[in-house]
């Protein structure tokens, strides 16, 4: 049983638009490249090239349909991480210290060396954020690239987490959510940020920006709209007419 | 700091250099920051300072480390030792395949040099690989662009001298109105998700329309699940709703397209439908100021679309007219169209308005002088919001140059191209077809060709045709088949070698096209074709395939020779203004790649392949005076090679009188290194002054050719109204020297009409609709990109399965159930694959991830991979010709102006079957030439 810091300095998280997010798993592949030579053990993949690859990944999106009943189905694209939960019941379940949160910032981290690899974290996370690398058989998570923000080697624009350096849509935000006037905490508030699954009482630090609305039914605005549509004439002829009209009203025309 | 809490090393190094390149994982050519650690790479991130990417990268870009360390590279040329297809060869060195290529194609050069078929699908070196075709004095040379999407790019060339993607953007920053049609995920990817991003963050209105709700169309405001085929139709409508309402931009209609321009309207004239003209050959309008005929580009001229002129008792009208005359047509009313394309009136009615309202009522005005080219000064910018882009979807069907059209002549009446907030060109673009060159066929055994391949056909006199009217291609392109066809038809070369129609030929190089599988329609039949020997002689039918890429591809194991080319970290290449550049609409730019890390196999790249084979052939270009070889290697062609007075493969960095300047200039040694030091690019801003109204704006055309785009400034405008066209069906209607034959006449008239019109893809008058009424289409995920790289190990995790998508109507209609299985027909082929369900989709449309189905033994993957079990391509189903008319012919599978391979036309039936063991057809495995990949990896290359 490990313990949780009462509070931490930072709240550090991302905050995921899932009204531009277009599901291009950008994000996926360039943080299995970082994780992959950086933090702990590299993300590891068996049988690469067979019949049953798999391998250890930190992020993943998914996708689900929505079928409104009065609209067309939509596809929602779900990117999903650690979300570095404030009462984090990883933690709290791990027999050895190894997974612990951050009392700077709030990060949930492995720490591989007392890492036993027995899963019970994984097996704690309502969100299915964990992963055991099948390889190093160490538990491995998002680690909110924990070692590019701070790091001192990378010029001051590149610290942050490599798959908000790298999302082309502009999906993913980082930030602190402890500050409210910090670029998360606006984002949140001004779009409707979502805790994922609030009832499993882990007060995840990530929020989720709803998509907007889509597909309103327009039979309203038939109205507002008509003005733009009215007919200059009904037949050709007509409209010849009314082009010599419409051309002497113009700058230039035959006033 | 608890006591718990490890001590952790925030500041790790993250590399020993960062070496910046540009990225090969498909067409956007993103610059790339490659991290080295001991001398391998480490990582790959987006290069913020690039023009193109600005820092982000897709997938598959940061996914090219599995590229670069692949088990299916193929790691020294060979030559074929089993029979073809069979994936048996021998490993031979470097001389011995040059000598043995050298020996196959000198002989050919000499005598008949139109007997090498040199095609170079996903080549990003045309302008490279055409010369040196060009040097060989072969006509037969293309790239992928027929079976992809040269319906989008010559419909723009030949209507506003640009289409989308390399030619053309939204206007990010200003529009208010993103309207996308069809499938284009696959090009422009990133800057097309970074524009998505960077409207939607302010509010603007994203509308997709779209068979399929995925990816763009995912986060669509609103989406239009429009049946394929029928986009041309529904634009159709939306610009017959816009003239009905007069919403249309008049002043930028009479001022900078042809709708001013006077047609001959004279029904004896041989000249009948052209524009009239004045004795220098310019198309003339009415001159509001004089009421009088005046040369379009006259200075002062005030063009007046209303005004008709009257000659010898006819009235000949100015192209507005015509096009009031179409767009009015009743035929094109929403209501008339709608069940047709599965939208309703009134969706179409409120998109139409949108785009009214947006345009007219949301109008932008920048302060920004500027003087067009008959002098005139305007005192601001004005803009219309509304954008649009399209590729592939719209344009891969037998009506998609037309639909094209319809497209660009909607953004035209709007106002809506190079305006602010509309679409922008990327120069070198625009640039009008009139300043491109024309297709050149002229064959001399010994002896180079007598210009450029591909280019832009005007009329009948242009086309390639022998006095006897047979083709003088091999693909047939620029024939009255299909006169347009400016990309070449790489999708008909391996038919019509086989059958010897127009010729037989002696060689076929290939370079980078999977033309075995994903990338020729009938898969199947192109592999017999391929393989299949001469009754008499025992010979092969198609006798010598040499063949050029990096990965053990499908297309590997049919070749009788390979080059084996490196991968895009190992090698050096140019994204040229000469050939398919990366600028952006603010910016002019080139880029390169050099080998970040040297191959570790006996690889050399395809390019610098050539250098030395067209000096061991004494192609003219490729030696020197005295015979010996002229460029070293592909680096040594870059830095060197003069195309024009001043202007070579780079336009940055190049020696001036007065030290290194930009556009023009001599060749510099060190010009690579310059590029290397800025990150692997140059680029340089457009003038404000000349950010808008391009083709239009003398400050740009100033430029323009300060820059080396052209020679002399040349001032054009849009052409809804496309000439080429008319003179294609004034020989038809019997005028000219240059005759079509019988048979094609009815279709030139119906089809090449010189303003858009809309017809039902071809195939659908030669099957029986109701037998096939579903509709079936492949797209690229955004982690893929078709095959040109390999299977890759992170992204095969993401897309290695692609089941048969199924909307809910047909769903339920079959009963199926999760697991099920499907046997789908189509007139040419049957298929027996997995379906999966898919609600977001148009009701009577099926589709799936295209290229993902493998061969059994390809790309170094196991052979019980679920690529080559479940996997599967829908190319089976799509033949390469129609079938048959009622006069026993059978015409290519495209479409009727370009040649463009009408992959979206395919219709099927389909019905629940008994899972098979593996999905169907099942070609037997390929051997493979590079054994197989590792069971695990941890790839980390620092300690």
Known sequence: ?255 | MPKDQPDLDLSPKVSDEIRKTTCYMCACRCGINVHMKEGKVAYIEGNKDHPVNQGVLCAKGSAGIMQVNAPSRLKAPMKRVGPRGSGEFEEISWEEALTIATDWLAPVREKHPEKLAFFTGRDQSQSFTSLWAQGFGTPNYAAHGGFCSVNMAAAGIYTMGGAFWEFGQPDWDHTKMFVLFGVAEDHDSNPIKMGIGKIKGRGARVVGVNPIRTGYNAVADDWFGITPGTDGLMIMALIHELFKAGKLDLDYLARFTNASCIVNEDPKSDENGLLMRDDDGQPLVIDKNTGDLAPWNGIGVEPDLATTYRKAGVTHRPVFHLMADRFLDPQYAPDKVAEATGISADRIKQLAADMAHVAFEEAIELDRPWTDFRGKKHDKMIGRPVSMHSMRGISAHSNGFQTCRALHTLQIILGAVETPGGMRFKPPYPKPATAHPKPHGKVTPGAALNGPHLGFAHGPDDLLLHDDGSAIRIDKAFTWENPLSSHGMMHMVISNAHAGDPYKIDTLFMYMANMSWNSSMNSTGVMEMLTDKDEETGEYVIPRIIYSDAYSSEMVAFADLILPDTTYLERHDCISLLDRPICEADAVADAIRWPVVEPDRDVRGFQSVLCELGARLNLPGFVNEDGSQKYEDYADYITNHIRRPGVGPLAGWRMGEDGLQDGRGDPNEGQLDSYIANGGFWHSEVPTEASYYKPFNMAYQDWAVKMGFFDSVQPYIFTPYVEPLRRMQLAAEGHGRVQPPDHLRQQIKDTMDPLPIWYAPLSDNLIDTNEYPVHALTQRPMAMYHSWGTQNAWLRQIHGLNPLYVPTKIWDENKFKDGDWAKVTSPSGVITVPVAHMAALNENTIWTWNAIGKRKGAWALEEDAPEATEGFLLNHLIHELLPEQADGMRWSNSDPITGQAAWFDLRVKIEKTTAPAESQPATPAQKSPVGKGPKSQAWKVGK
């Open chain 1, 1 to 255: 049983m490990t313990t949780l810091p009462t509070s931490t300095e930072k709240k550090l998280g991302l905050v995921i638009d899932l009204d531009t997010c277009v599901g291009c798993h950008a994000c996926v592949i360039s943080c299995k490249g970082w994780n992959t030579e950086n933090y702990g053990a590299p993300l590891s993949d068996q049988d690469p090239y067979g019949a049953n690859p798999t391998g250890t990944f930190l992020n993943r999106v998914h996708s689900y349909e929505i079928q409104p009943k009065d609209a067309p189905a939509q596809l929602i694209h779900f990117p999903k991480s650690c979300l570095h939960c404030e009462d984090a019941p990883c933690v709290t379940v791990c027999p050895t210290g190894a997974s612990y949160k951050r009392v700077e910032d709030g990060i949930v981290l492995v720490n591989e060396s007392d890492c036993i690899g027995c899963g019970l974290c994984a097996w704690a996370c309502p969100y299915g954020a964990r992963e055991m690398d099948a390889e190093e058989k160490v538990m491995k998570k998002c680690t909110l690239c924990v070692d590019r923000i701070y790091n001192e080697n990378l010029p001051e624009e590149d610290r942050e987490p490599a798959c908000v350096r790298t999302c082309p849509s502009n999906a993913r935000h980082f930030g602190d959510f402890a500050d409210p006037d910090s670029n998360v905490s606006v984002l949140s508030r001004e779009r409707g940020g979502m805790d994922l699954m609030p009832e499993m009482g882990t007060k995840p630090v990530n929020k989720y920006l709803p998509p907007r609305p889509k597909d309103r039914d327009r039979s309203e605005d038939v109205d507002i709209l008509a003005p733009f549509l009215e007919p200059v004439a009904t037949e050709t002829t007509g409209f010849l007419g009314w082009l010599d009209k419409a051309l002497e009203s113009m700058p230039g025309g035959k006033n």
